[in-house]
Protein backbone atom coordinates (compact mmCIF):
# COMPACT_ATOMS: atom_id res chain seq x y z
CA UNK A 1 0.00 0.00 0.00
CA UNK A 2 1.30 3.27 -1.03
CA UNK A 3 1.55 6.35 1.41
CA UNK A 4 -1.10 8.46 2.21
CA UNK A 5 -1.92 11.62 0.06
CA UNK A 6 -4.03 14.77 0.58
CA UNK A 7 -5.96 16.62 -2.06
CA UNK A 8 -7.94 20.30 -1.85
CA UNK A 9 -9.85 21.54 -4.29
CA UNK A 10 -10.36 24.89 -4.17
CA UNK A 11 -12.17 26.71 -7.27
CA UNK A 12 -13.65 29.25 -8.63
CA UNK A 13 -17.92 29.50 -9.11
CA UNK A 14 -18.79 28.58 -12.57
CA UNK A 15 -15.17 26.51 -13.26
CA UNK A 16 -16.77 23.16 -13.26
CA UNK A 17 -14.39 22.55 -9.99
CA UNK A 18 -16.90 20.21 -8.00
CA UNK A 19 -16.85 17.78 -11.18
CA UNK A 20 -13.66 18.00 -11.75
CA UNK A 21 -12.58 17.15 -8.81
CA UNK A 22 -15.18 13.90 -8.51
CA UNK A 23 -13.21 12.70 -11.81
CA UNK A 24 -10.20 12.80 -10.37
CA UNK A 25 -11.18 10.65 -7.20
CA UNK A 26 -12.55 7.98 -9.88
CA UNK A 27 -8.92 8.17 -11.83
CA UNK A 28 -7.39 8.07 -8.68
CA UNK A 29 -9.38 5.67 -6.71
CA UNK A 30 -9.62 7.58 -3.95
CA UNK A 31 -12.30 9.03 -1.91
CA UNK A 32 -14.16 12.06 -2.05
CA UNK A 33 -15.99 14.25 -0.05
CA UNK A 34 -17.41 17.87 -0.55
CA UNK A 35 -21.44 17.96 0.63
CA UNK A 36 -20.77 15.26 3.37
CA UNK A 37 -18.55 17.93 4.96
CA UNK A 38 -21.74 20.20 4.97
CA UNK A 39 -24.59 17.77 6.70
CA UNK A 40 -22.39 15.52 8.95
CA UNK A 41 -21.25 19.60 10.26
CA UNK A 42 -25.36 19.95 10.36
CA UNK A 43 -25.76 16.34 12.00
CA UNK A 44 -22.99 16.95 14.65
CA UNK A 45 -24.42 20.39 15.43
CA UNK A 46 -27.67 19.48 15.90
CA UNK A 47 -28.96 21.44 12.81
CA UNK A 48 -31.79 20.43 11.00
CA UNK A 49 -31.04 18.48 7.84
CA UNK A 50 -34.25 17.75 6.90
CA UNK A 51 -34.36 21.33 6.09
CA UNK A 52 -30.87 21.48 4.47
CA UNK A 53 -32.67 18.94 1.85
CA UNK A 54 -35.87 20.50 1.41
CA UNK A 55 -34.24 24.05 0.63
CA UNK A 56 -31.40 22.03 -1.78
CA UNK A 57 -34.66 20.95 -3.99
CA UNK A 58 -34.95 24.39 -4.78
CA UNK A 59 -32.64 25.40 -7.75
CA UNK A 60 -32.55 28.99 -6.64
CA UNK A 61 -31.35 27.93 -3.45
CA UNK A 62 -29.09 25.05 -4.14
CA UNK A 63 -26.85 27.40 -6.03
CA UNK A 64 -27.09 30.12 -3.02
CA UNK A 65 -25.60 27.09 -0.52
CA UNK A 66 -22.98 26.78 -2.64
CA UNK A 67 -22.03 30.06 -2.39
CA UNK A 68 -23.26 30.38 1.33
CA UNK A 69 -22.31 26.77 2.69
CA UNK A 70 -21.99 27.00 6.11
CA UNK A 71 -25.00 29.63 6.63
CA UNK A 72 -25.39 33.08 6.97
CA UNK A 73 -25.71 33.16 11.05
CA UNK A 74 -24.06 35.33 13.66
CA UNK A 75 -20.76 35.07 13.29
CA UNK A 76 -20.14 33.16 16.62
CA UNK A 77 -22.03 30.50 15.04
CA UNK A 78 -20.40 30.86 12.04
CA UNK A 79 -17.25 30.03 14.17
CA UNK A 80 -18.69 27.65 15.82
CA UNK A 81 -19.93 25.75 12.61
CA UNK A 82 -16.05 26.59 10.64
CA UNK A 83 -14.43 24.93 13.86
CA UNK A 84 -16.55 21.90 13.31
CA UNK A 85 -16.22 21.19 9.79
CA UNK A 86 -12.62 21.80 10.07
CA UNK A 87 -12.47 19.06 12.91
CA UNK A 88 -14.63 16.83 10.46
CA UNK A 89 -12.18 17.79 7.56
CA UNK A 90 -9.36 16.54 9.58
CA UNK A 91 -11.42 13.53 11.04
CA UNK A 92 -12.17 12.96 6.83
CA UNK A 93 -8.10 12.89 5.90
CA UNK A 94 -7.30 10.28 9.03
CA UNK A 95 -8.89 7.41 7.15
CA UNK A 96 -6.85 7.92 4.25
CA UNK A 97 -6.28 9.43 0.59
CA UNK A 98 -8.91 11.43 -0.25
CA UNK A 99 -9.90 14.80 -1.72
CA UNK A 100 -11.52 17.64 -0.07
CA UNK A 101 -13.33 20.15 -2.47
CA UNK A 102 -13.84 23.73 -1.21
CA UNK A 103 -14.45 25.09 2.40
CA UNK A 104 -10.59 26.61 3.38
CA UNK A 105 -9.52 22.93 3.13
CA UNK A 106 -6.20 24.40 1.87
CA UNK A 107 -5.97 26.47 4.54
CA UNK A 108 -7.28 23.70 7.42
CA UNK A 109 -5.08 21.46 6.06
CA UNK A 110 -1.61 23.61 5.32
CA UNK A 111 0.62 21.72 7.59
CA UNK A 112 -0.51 18.08 6.65
CA UNK A 113 2.06 16.10 5.85
CA UNK A 114 1.51 14.68 1.76
CA UNK A 115 -0.95 17.15 1.04
CA UNK A 116 -1.56 18.89 -2.89
CA UNK A 117 -3.15 22.13 -2.82
CA UNK A 118 -4.99 22.72 -5.96
CA UNK A 119 -6.77 26.02 -7.57
CA UNK A 120 -9.62 25.96 -10.43
CA UNK A 121 -10.28 28.69 -12.19
CA UNK A 122 -11.76 30.32 -15.66
CA UNK A 123 -12.11 33.09 -17.28
CA UNK A 124 -15.51 34.92 -16.65
CA UNK A 125 -17.20 34.33 -19.64
CA UNK A 126 -16.35 30.77 -19.89
CA UNK A 127 -17.61 30.73 -15.74
CA UNK A 128 -20.78 32.11 -17.45
CA UNK A 129 -21.33 29.84 -20.22
CA UNK A 130 -20.84 26.45 -17.10
CA UNK A 131 -23.18 28.18 -15.35
CA UNK A 132 -25.96 28.66 -18.24
CA UNK A 133 -25.09 25.12 -20.34
CA UNK A 134 -24.05 22.74 -17.65
CA UNK A 135 -25.14 24.38 -14.03
CA UNK A 136 -28.89 25.22 -15.97
CA UNK A 137 -28.55 28.84 -14.03
CA UNK A 138 -31.51 31.18 -15.89
CA UNK A 139 -28.85 33.26 -18.49
CA UNK A 140 -29.86 36.74 -16.99
CA UNK A 141 -29.43 35.36 -13.52
CA UNK A 142 -25.90 33.95 -14.14
CA UNK A 143 -23.67 37.08 -14.44
CA UNK A 144 -25.60 38.18 -11.09
CA UNK A 145 -24.66 34.41 -8.90
CA UNK A 146 -21.64 34.21 -10.36
CA UNK A 147 -20.71 38.11 -8.55
CA UNK A 148 -22.81 37.23 -5.54
CA UNK A 149 -20.75 33.69 -5.27
CA UNK A 150 -17.19 35.32 -5.33
CA UNK A 151 -18.14 37.97 -3.10
CA UNK A 152 -19.02 35.33 -0.22
CA UNK A 153 -16.08 32.86 -1.31
CA UNK A 154 -13.47 35.68 -1.02
CA UNK A 155 -15.13 37.37 2.19
CA UNK A 156 -15.29 33.66 3.92
CA UNK A 157 -11.73 32.53 3.04
CA UNK A 158 -10.21 35.83 3.75
CA UNK A 159 -12.07 35.60 7.10
CA UNK A 160 -10.77 32.17 7.94
CA UNK A 161 -7.82 31.89 6.22
CA UNK A 162 -6.18 35.02 5.91
CA UNK A 163 -5.77 35.23 2.35
CA UNK A 164 -8.28 34.99 -0.60
CA UNK A 165 -8.94 31.79 -2.32
CA UNK A 166 -7.10 32.45 -5.26
CA UNK A 167 -3.97 33.69 -3.62
CA UNK A 168 -0.97 31.24 -5.60
CA UNK A 169 0.78 31.43 -2.18
CA UNK A 170 -2.11 29.47 -0.41
CA UNK A 171 -1.58 26.69 -3.52
CA UNK A 172 0.81 24.10 -4.88
CA UNK A 173 -0.81 24.49 -8.76
CA UNK A 174 -3.58 26.43 -10.21
CA UNK A 175 -4.94 25.67 -13.20
CA UNK A 176 -7.35 26.76 -15.82
CA UNK A 177 -10.32 24.43 -17.22
CA UNK A 178 -11.23 25.95 -19.91
CA UNK A 179 -8.24 25.07 -21.50
CA UNK A 180 -8.96 20.92 -21.73
CA UNK A 181 -12.26 20.94 -20.23
CA UNK A 182 -13.64 18.35 -17.17
CA UNK A 183 -12.44 15.28 -17.93
CA UNK A 184 -9.07 16.76 -19.64
CA UNK A 185 -8.33 18.98 -16.97
CA UNK A 186 -8.71 15.96 -14.46
CA UNK A 187 -6.31 13.89 -16.78
CA UNK A 188 -4.30 16.13 -16.60
CA UNK A 189 -4.20 16.63 -12.77
CA UNK A 190 -4.29 12.81 -12.31
CA UNK A 191 -0.68 12.77 -14.10
CA UNK A 192 0.69 15.74 -12.35
CA UNK A 193 -0.59 14.19 -8.61
CA UNK A 194 1.00 10.71 -9.21
CA UNK A 195 4.29 12.45 -10.91
CA UNK A 196 4.16 14.20 -6.94
CA UNK A 197 3.50 11.38 -5.11
CA UNK A 198 5.13 8.61 -6.80
CA UNK A 199 1.55 6.41 -7.92
CA UNK A 200 1.74 3.95 -10.33
CA UNK A 201 -1.40 3.25 -12.62
CA UNK A 202 -4.42 2.21 -10.39
CA UNK A 203 -2.77 2.65 -7.33
CA UNK A 204 -5.01 3.07 -4.52
CA UNK A 205 -4.18 4.28 -0.73
Given at each position: MSKKYIITLSREFGSLGRPIARKLSEFLGIDYYDREIVEKTAENLGLPLEVIKNTEEKV???FFAMGFPLGTG????????????ARIIR???DKGSCIIVGRCSDYIL???????????YSPLEDRYRNCVDYLHIDPN??????????????AYHLH???YLPGDEAGHDLMINSSVM??????RCLEKV??????LEDGTRS
Open positions: QSRATDQQDQIFSEQDMTCNEKNCYRIYVEARKMIAKVDKARKYAGGVDGTAIRVRFG
